[in-house]
């Protein structure tokens, strides 16, 4: 059977024809729109090249190795790639079938191809479709997941804050903590009670004492540097972090600025509210291990103790060794 | 549900009617959060209860808003993605109307979790044809209508479309092709070229 030339064209709209010559008798419809015009009577190897094998860079080397899966390129610019494969057509001469490959989608954006520059039969159209619509597919995931990080992160963050105040919440107050110990990092911790915020609530009104709340929540990390953290733990109970080696000199020295900070009177609906704190100081040396636990409860033993020597004023651990307190003694307090 | 669903109505809804139609229409609906992510599954109940909303806050029959939902996912320029996998499916309108039978499972290639209706086409006498449409989606018969219609005017091809109504063989339409080549048509290249994000 001899195969007709114009049902070459249909079957195959991308092949080329050549003589026993190497030169190209018929190239397809497609590969003539890719070429600009038709390419008739050119050497096939003046078209284009093989890329692989590299062995068979000549004509006769590619008429001796028929059926072999080539890799070819268009000359000119912008030299177009190909899959292809070439057998002899009986008369001394061969057809070279083509197709895109994988490089179908800068083919048809490259040369502006439709849909009836493949034939019917072709996957190349099944092949784009998949490609877009998976694209597409992945584009809205991918935007998805960002939006879900975006939510996590918010919401984890949400779920370390008080609302009042926006300092830390208890959890928060326990992650930091937590992570200090475990690093055995050295740091000062300092546990805060409101002297007399009970008073103020009864008398000016829970509204006064959201307000008291509120502005010790912004007097504190205005007297804290950038490392340190302050978290509201109670309802007028705040505890801060001091990370590195603590200072029991420079300790008490923060905690009584603190307590002269929160003296100030808050003006609340032209009322002046007026509380104190008292501030028991821990300390958490460099290298030691002590559970966050161990540490609150040194912390609570030096708030009872400023406590009992008469609230707003700061102490230490009375159960705590000398290096573990203020060298100086107290400074005396105004009435 | 694949709340691909929800979203085409959502954004067909912002884009034609502004976002405050919208956010009425999702409360109006019970919804606590009026924005639907395409990728995730909802209640199929939602999906009803937003068409009601939206019908009667359009004061529109059900009908003639999912006809007109369908006519959006061809002819808006925010939909240009939806217009080209269209286009893909069929070389002219006549060979579009028949790859409808395989819609469905080109869709799942792309979107497993998107169950279209099964379509059915047969051809009648006088080159109309009937497409019988079955599935989990009530209504996409009427969606199918608007889509078919401009799907015609973006091949430049003029057709007379009806819907039939319910039977026991589905949501049932009637497709007459006048002329396949009446317009130029819109233009498709296979390459994507500059285009911009699905929404």
């Not at chain 1, 502006?112 to 784009?128: Q, R």
């Not at chain 1, 990080?149 to 105040?165: C, F, G, K, V």
């Not at chain 1, 009104?205 to 540097?225: F, I, K, T």
């Not at chain 1, 161990?294 to 159960?319: M, S, V």
Request: proline share 7%.
């Amino acid at each position: 059977m001899t195969l007709p030339a114009p049902l070459l064209d249909r079957l195959c709209p991308l092949h080329l024809w050549i003589g026993g010559d190497g030169r190209v008798r018929q190239a397809g419809p497609t590969l003539r729109k890719l070429l600009g015009g038709d390419p008739g009577g050119e050497p096939l190897l003046d078209l284009c090249e093989v890329v692989r094998p590299r062995a068979l860079a000549s004509l006769s080397a590619l008429l001796a190795a028929p059926g072999r899966k080539l890799r070819l390129r268009l000359r000119q610019p912008p030299r177009t790639g190909f899959v292809g494969h070439l057998h002899p057509d009986g008369a001394g001469g061969a057809v070279l079938d083509l197709s895109f490959g994988l490089a179908v989608a800068d083919a048809v954006q490259d040369h502006a191809l439709t849909s009836s520059d493949f034939a019917p039969t072709d996957l190349s159209v099944e092949l784009l479709f998949l490609l877009e619509a998976k694209t597409a597919a992945m584009d809205s995931s991918r935007r998805l997941n960002q939006r879900l990080q975006s939510a996590r992160a918010a919401a984890e963050e949400e779920a370390l804050t008080d609302p009042l105040t926006g300092l830390g919440n208890r959890r928060s107050a326990d992650q930091t903590l937590a992570r200090l110990s475990r690093a055995r990092a050295p740091f000062g911790l300092l546990h805060i009670d409101l002297d007399r915020f009970k008073q103020v609530n009864d008398s000016l009104g829970h509204a006064a004492g959201d307000a008291v709340l509120q502005a010790v929540g912004g007097l504190l990390p205005a007297n804290l540097r950038h490392g340190d953290r302050a978290a509201r733990v109670g309802g007028d109970e705040f505890l801060v972090v001091i990370p590195g080696t603590p200072d029991p000199g420079r300790l008490r020295a923060l905690a009584e600025r603190l307590i002269a900070a929160i003296e100030a009177p808050v003006i609340h609906d032209g009322a002046a509210c007026r509380v104190s704190a008292s501030i028991g100081i821990a300390l958490h040396a460099a290298g030691a291990a002590q559970a966050p636990d161990t540490l609150l409860r040194a912390a609570d033993r030096a708030l009872y103790a400023a406590k009992a020597r008469g609230r707003g004023r700061a102490a230490f651990d009375p159960e705590a060794g000398p290096a573990a307190s203020d060298p100086a003694p107290e400074a005396p307090r105004a009435p | 549900m694949l709340g691909l669903v929800n979203r085409m109505l959502q954004v067909f809804v912002v884009d034609t009617y502004g976002p405050s139609l919208w956010s009425d229409m999702a409360a109006a609906s019970g919804l606590g959060d009026p924005e639907f992510e395409a990728m995730l599954h909802y209640d199929s109940a939602v999906t009803d209860r937003l068409l009601t909303a939206a019908a009667r806050q359009l004061d529109k029959p059900r009908a003639a808003l999912l006809e007109d939902v369908g006519t959006y996912l061809v002819c808006h320029s925010n939909m240009q993605p939806v217009r080209r996998l269209l286009r893909f499916c069929g070389v002219d309108f006549l060979d579009f109307l028949h790859s409808l039978e395989d819609l469905r499972d080109r869709v799942r290639l792309a979107v497993p979790d998107l169950v279209l209706p099964d379509l059915e086409v047969t051809e009648a006498a006088g080159r109309r044809l009937r497409i019988a449409c079955r599935g989990d989606l009530p209504g996409f018969g009427h969606v199918l209508v608007g889509l078919l219609r401009a799907m015609a005017d973006d091949h430049g091809a003029l057709v007379l479309l009806d819907h039939l109504g319910d039977g026991p063989d589905g949501e049932i339409l009637e497709v007459t092709l006048i002329d396949e080549c009446f317009a130029e048509g819109r233009r498709f290249l296979l390459g994507r070229g500059a285009l911009e994000v699905a929404p």
